[in-house]
């Protein structure tokens, strides 16, 4: 019996941070892989910006600066 999508998640996402390509390769099998590849993209991406604009605001940067950064 096949674990739901849901409990190989964590095992996916940690075998792509160590490259392995059986992880990638279970991915690209998975009929949404490429959208749970999407979303950890956008979460990646927006917890940058949030870590980002804690740095700037602890360093008091200007706002014009802060919305160009």
């Given at each position: 019996m096949t674990e739901p999508l849901l409990n190989?998640?964590?095992d996916l996402i940690?075998?792509?941070?160590?490259?392995?390509?059986e992880a990638f390769q279970k991915i690209v099998i998975?009929?949404?892989g490429r959208t749970i590849a999407l979303?950890?993209?956008l979460v990646a991406g927006l917890s940058l910006a949030i870590g980002q604009s804690i740095i700037l605001f602890a360093n008091q940067v200007?706002?014009?600066?802060?919305?160009?950064?």
């Open positions: 190989q998640l964590g940690g075998g792509s941070f160590s490259l392995s390509q998975l009929s949404q979303l950890v993209i200007k706002p014009i600066r802060f919305v160009f950064s």
